[in-house]
């Protein structure tokens, strides 16, 4: 008798623990990005990701709503599918050589970090306020906006 309350009890647990993944879990993280380009290219590497279900990239609030299978996929894991094709997430950022081969009206702010975003210590007047991409790192090609400051 006690074993086999001690089985109904396991299997009970086994099946509690088992429905905490969900198959089709709603999250929402935050993408950089700017323009409808940047909303195919993220929308598209999500689809791609394995156990991504859903996925809808909102260029005001550069958000990326998905609906995931938790047991085949996590949310850093498709941060890193983002910050492959260029894209900065919070979790995972993109290689200047990834953000670098971005279209040119797709070169969005470093936000969250990267090889490519502003130092502490830069004087350029592009970076006193906030942190600006391409500003800091590059020797050549610093963006218009920064130059023309110079
Ligand atoms: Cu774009």
């Given at each position: 008798m006690k074993?086999?309350?001690t089985f109904v009890l396991l299997f009970t647990m086994v099946a509690i623990s088992a429905q905490e993944k969900s198959k089709s879990k709603k999250i929402e993280i935050q993408v950089s990005g700017i323009c409808d380009m940047c909303k195919s290219r993220i929308e598209?590497?999500?689809?791609k990701t394995k156990g991504v279900k859903f996925a809808e990239w909102n260029t005001e609030t550069k958000s990326l709503s998905l609906i995931i299978n938790e047991r085949k996929?996590?949310?850093?894991?498709?941060?890193?599918?983002?910050?492959?094709?260029?894209?900065?997430t919070e979790g995972a950022q993109a290689t200047n050589e990834a953000y670098n081969g971005l279209?040119?009206?797709?070169?969005?702010?470093?936000?969250?970090?990267?090889?490519?975003?502003?130092?502490k210590d830069c004087t350029k007047p592009c970076c006193k306020d906030k942190v600006k991409s391409s500003c800091c790192a590059s020797k050549g090609a610093v963006k218009t906006s920064c130059a023309s400051k110079k």
């Open positions: 074993k086999i309350l598209k590497a999500a689809f996929t996590d949310v850093l894991t498709i941060q890193k599918s983002m910050a492959a094709i260029g894209h900065d279209h040119g009206c797709c070169k969005y702010e470093r936000t969250f970090g990267g090889d490519d975003s502003c130092k």
